[in-house]
């Protein structure tokens, strides 16, 4: 079992940049994917990133390539995303999660076991 809590969220104008983190409680973490998923108003929640248990894998959506970092740090339980060059349409709730199997780095919902209850992301001037 692991419990996820994420934080940074907030409102930026565009062009601006944003640190996601998400602090995860438990021995296990270490041996997880971890992935960033967002939910923005009227949408079905979609992938944004995930890196795997070893920092060796990373994905993105493509709508996130070239702005969007993930990086993940084992030995403080912590995972985050560094977004840069925010657009509108980044606006969403931005949500943690984790994938206790040992299978590859996955990119659907139903991949992650897992979830923290999210973070608020406005992007708007």
């Known amino acids: 079992q692991v419990q996820l809590v994420e934080s940074g969220g907030g409102l930026v104008q565009p062009g601006a940049s944003l640190r996601l983190s998400c602090a995860a409680s438990?021995?296990?973490?270490?041996?997880?994917?971890m992935g960033w998923f967002r939910q923005a108003p009227g949408k079905e929640r979609e992938f944004v990133a995930g890196?795997?248990?070893?920092?060796?894998?990373?994905d993105y959506a493509d709508s996130v390539k070239g702005r969007f970092t993930i990086s993940r740090d084992n030995a403080k339980n912590t995972v985050s995303l560094q977004m840069n060059s925010l657009k509108p349409e980044d606006t969403a709730v931005y949500y943690c999660?984790?994938?206790?199997?040992?299978?590859?780095?996955?990119?659907?919902?139903?991949?992650?076991?897992?979830w923290g209850q999210g973070t608020q992301v406005i992007v708007s001037s």
């Open positions: 890196i795997s248990w070893n920092s060796i894998s990373t």
């Open positions: 438990g021995r296990t973490f270490r041996s997880y994917h």
């Open positions: 999660a984790a994938d206790r199997s040992l299978k590859g780095l996955g990119t659907r919902e139903e991949e992650y076991d897992y």
